[in-house]
C-alpha cells in the first residue's frame, strides 16, 4: 500500500515561499518522477512527504491517513539519499539491517531479508566490507537495500544517480526500473536529468519554482507539452522554439519544432542556414545551424550519417503535424 | 610539490629545526635530567649536563615528604570526571547546534565562549561561599564541577566543529529508517564522531589536568591535586633543585606521555576545528 | 532543515549546558556585585553594612589599579605578538621538507603539556635564578654579569615563560593551517613570477589569516586570567600584579571582601571589552 496525497501544501522558509499551494496524487504502485531545474523545489517537496521537513501548511495524507504530524520515522517510508548516507561505521549487512534492528525485528528475519535484498542488488560478497570499501555503485546498491528491507510503503529517491559516473547510471537505471517492476511499490524519484525521467517514470511532475507546470505520462509530456516550459525541458536534444514571423505565420507567439522532426536537405527546403558545430556520432548526427530568423542556433538531428561539415549551408523542413504552438503567455494553443 | 629539494637545503631545514626543537624543549629536558642528580651536582657551577651520579633518591626523597599517590589521584578524577561529565552534556548541545541551526545558534556559542573570558577572580569569593555553602570545598566533586563548568564552553564548541562536518543526511537517514532521537544520537552520531570526541576528551583532560586557579583556590589538604603538590615547592624549603626536577617530572610525565601518544589526535583538537 | 518536532528536540537537548552556563555566570556574578557595594571583611567583623560606590571609588583611585591594567595588558600583547610571530616562522620551518618532522613536532609540542605551575617553577629557580640558574650561567660564560631575571626584568620573564607555554599552540595551529594550503596555489604564483616573499605575502600569510584569528582568540582567553605564573614566581611584586592578580591579594591576602569585588566588577568589564571586540573579529573570521 502506498497512496500518498498532497493537499493544498506549502512550505516556506522565512519570507520565501518555496511552494505555493499544491495539490497531488500519487496513487498506490505508481512510478512518479519529480523533474525540474535545480531551485525548483523538487527536492523539498520528497522531504515534505518523507518528513524530514514540517509543511508550512496543509496536509500530506498516506493511504488516506492524514500523516502531517507523524514523524519520518512513522511514517513506513524508505528514503535513497543522493550521497547515499550510508553509516561508515556499520559494515554493509549492519547498514541494511539497521532499519530493521529500529523496528525491532527478529534477527532470523532480519538474515533472512538482509540475504535477500543481497542477492538481489549482487551484494552477497560485500556483506562484511564497510561502506568506504565500496564503489559509488556499490555503495548505491547498499542503499538500496537498505531501504527494501523495511518493506515501505513508499520508496523515495532523492537524485540517486547524480554522483554515479555516466556509465554506472544507465545501468542503476535499469536496475531501479527492475526493482519496481518486481515489487510494484509506490517510487517518487526526483531529479534534474530529463533522461531519467523519460526512461522510468510511469508519471512525471515537472515543477517550477514551486509550481506543478504539468502532470502526465512521458510520452504526453513529449508530445503535448502543456507551456514552453515543459517543451523546452522534455526532450533531448531541446526543442527549438522558433519566435517572430515565423511564428505568426502559424498564429502564434512562439512555435517549437522537435530537432527530430526536421527535414534537412541540401537543395531545398523552408528555412535556409549555415552549419556551425555539427557532432556525427554514427547513429545520429546532430547539426547546431545558424541563420533561421527567430531561432539561433536551430538544432536538428538526423538519422544515421550525414556528411556536412561546419560553413555548410543546408535547408529544413519541419514535420508539419509536429509543430507545437505557444501563446504570448507561453501556453500550449491547440 | 612533486620537486626535488635540494640535498642541502634539506640539511639545513633539518639542521634549524632540530636545533629550535632541542631549544623549545630544553627546559623539560633539563628538568627530568636534573631529576636524577644529586642536589650538590643539580646546582655545580659549570653545569653537568649527564656526565653525573645518576640516581633516584630524589624521588624517594619527594615520596616521603608528601603523598605523590593521593595527588595523582587526585589529579586523575578531577581532571577525567570533569571532561567525561562536559563531555555527557555537551553532546547533546552540540548535535542541537550543528543539526537543528538556527539564527541564534551562533550567538549563544559565542555568548558559551565568551563566559570563558569571565575573569575567574571577579567571582572567586562567591565561588568560595558556595562552596562552604554546599559543603564541597576542598573535595574532589566540587573541583570536577568548577573544572566541567569552565570547559563545557570550550568541549561544546570543539563538538560542534566535528558534528557539523557530519554529513546532515546520515542523520536523516537514520531519522527514515526509524530511529529515534537517542537512538540517532546513540548509534550513529556518536560513533561516527569518536575520533573527534577523543580529540575533545584529550585536550580537555589536558587542560583540566593543568588548571590552577581554581585548583589552588578551593583546596586544601583532601582534594589537591598535582598542581597544588607542585606549588608546595615553591615555598623556600623546597629550593633544592633535584627534588624540584624530581617532584616536577612526576607532576608532569602523565601528561607528557599521554599527550605524546595521541600527539595526532590533539594537533587536529588543539585547533578546536577551527583550522582545517 | 528541520522539522518542529527536532527543535524542539533540539531546545531540550541544549537546555543542560546553556542552563549551567547561565547559572555560572549570573549566581557568583550578582554575588560578586552584592558583595562590591558592601564593607566585607569575613575575619574583622564580616558584614559591616553598604558603602555605596565607596569600594569602586578606592579600588580605581588606589595607585596599584592603573599599573595593573597596564601589566595584564603588556603580557597579553606581549605573548600574543612573540608566538604569533615565532609560531609562524616556526610553522614555515617545520612545512619545510626535512628529516624527523614528527620527532621535532614532539618536542615543540612538549610545553603545552606543562602545567603552569611547574614551568613557573623550574623557569624561576633552575634557569632564572641569579645564583645557580643556568642562564646565569650563561652569561657568566660570557663574560656578562647575571641578570636578575624575576627582580629586575620581571615582565619580561614573565612574557618569556608565557610564551614559551603557548608557543607550541601557535605553532601547531598555523602549522595545520599552512600544510592545508593547495601547493598549487604557491606554484601558480611561482609561474607568474613573484618571488618568495611576495608569495607569503599575498598567499601564505592571508591563507593564515583564520588560524591567526582563532590563536589570537584562544590565546587571549586564556592569558587575561594568568595566575599560576606570577603565583609562583614573583607572587606580583616587582610590577608584576596583574588586574586578577591585585585583586586575588585584596580578596585572599587583604580579605577586603568588598574592595575585591568592586575589583572583581572592574575586571569583568575589561574582559567584557576584550571579548566583544575579540567576537566582532572572530564573529566575521569563524563560520559558524
Known sequence: MGQIKLNKVTKSFGDVAVIPPLDLTIEDGEFTVFVGPSGCGKSTLLRLIAGLEDVSSGHVEIDGVDATDVPPAKRGLAMVFQSYALYPHMSVRKNIAFPMKMAGVTADEQNRRISAAAEALNLTDYLDRRPGQLSGGQRQRVAIGRAIVREPGAFLFDEPLSNLDAALRVGMRLEISELHERLKTTMIYVTHDQVEAMTMADKIVVLRAGLIEQVGSPLELYHTPCNEFVAGFIGSPRMNLIKGAEAAKHNAATIGIRPEHTAVSMTEGLWKGVVGVAEHLGSDTFLHVHGVPGCDPMTVRVDGELPVRHGDTIWMTPQADKLHRFDAEGLRID | MARNVTQRRKILNTAAAWTIGLLIFFPILWTILTSFKTEAQAIADPPIFLAFDWTLENYGAVMERSNYSRFLWNSIVIAGGSTILGILIAVPAAWSMAFVPSKRTKDILLWMLSTKMLPAVGVLYPIYLLFIQFGILDTKIGLVIVLMLINLPIIVWMLYTYFKEIPGEILEAARMDGASLKEEVLYVLTPMAIPGIASTLLLNVILAWNEAFWTLNLTAAKAAPLTAFIASYSSPEGLFYAKLSAASTMAIAPILVLGWFSQKQLVSGLTFGAVK | ?288
Open chain 3, 1 to 288: 532543515m528541520a522539522t518542529q518536532h527536532s527543535r524542539s528536540a533540539a531546545r531540550i537537548m541544549m537546555a543542560p549546558a546553556v542552563i549551567l552556563l547561565l547559572g555560572w555566570m549570573l549566581v557568583p556574578l550578582t554575588m560578586t556585585l552584592y558583595f562590591s557595594f558592601k564593607r566585607y571583611l569575613p575575619l574583622r567583623g564580616g558584614d559591616l553594612g553598604w558603602v555605596g560606590f565607596e569600594n569602586y571609588i578606592r579600588f580605581i583611585s588606589s595607585s596599584s589599579f592603573w599599573p595593573s591594567v597596564m601589566t595584564t595588558l603588556t603580557i597579553v600583547g606581549g605573548v600574543l605578538a612573540i608566538t604569533v610571530v615565532l609560531g609562524v616562522f616556526l610553522a614555515l620551518l617545520l612545512n619545510q621538507p626535512m628529516w624527523g618532522r614528527g620527532f621535532v613536532r614532539i618536542l615543540v609540542i612538549a610545553p603545552f603539556f606543562v602545567m603552569p605551575t611547574v614551568s613557573a617553577l623550574v623557569w624561576k629557580n633552575m634557569f632564572m635564578d641569579p645564583n645557580y640558574g643556568l642562564l646565569a650561567h650563561l652569561w657568566e660564560f660570557f663574560g656578562a654579569t647575571p641578570v636578575e631575571w624575576l627582580s629586575q626584568a620581571s615582565l619580561t620573564s614573565i612574557v618569556m615563560i608565557v610564551s614559551w607555554q603557548w608557543l607550541p599552540f601557535a605553532t601547531l595551529i598555523l602549522l595545520t593551517a599552512i600544510q592545508s594550503l593547495d601547493s598549487e596555489q604557491l606554484e601558480a604564483a611561482e609561474m607568474d613570477g613573484a618571488p618568495a616573499t611576495k608569495r607569503f605575502a599575498y598567499i601564505t600569510l592571508p591563507h593564515l589569516g583564520r588560524a591567526i584569528t582563532v590563536v589570537i582568540l584562544i590565546q587571549t582567553i586564556f592569558l587575561l586570567s594568568i595566575f599560576a605564573e606570577i603565583f609562583v614566581t614573583t607572587g606580583g611584586a616587582f610590577g608584576t600584579k596583574t588586574l586578577t592578580y591585585l585583586i586575588f591579594q585584596r580578596v585572599l591576602e587583604s580579605q577586603n571582601v568588598g574592595l575585591g569585588s568592586a575589583g572583581g566588577v572592574y575586571a569583568i568589564i575589561l574582559a567584557n571589552i576584550v571579548a566583544i571586540f575579540l567576537m566582532r573579529i572572530v564573529g566575521k573570521n569563524l563560520d559558524t
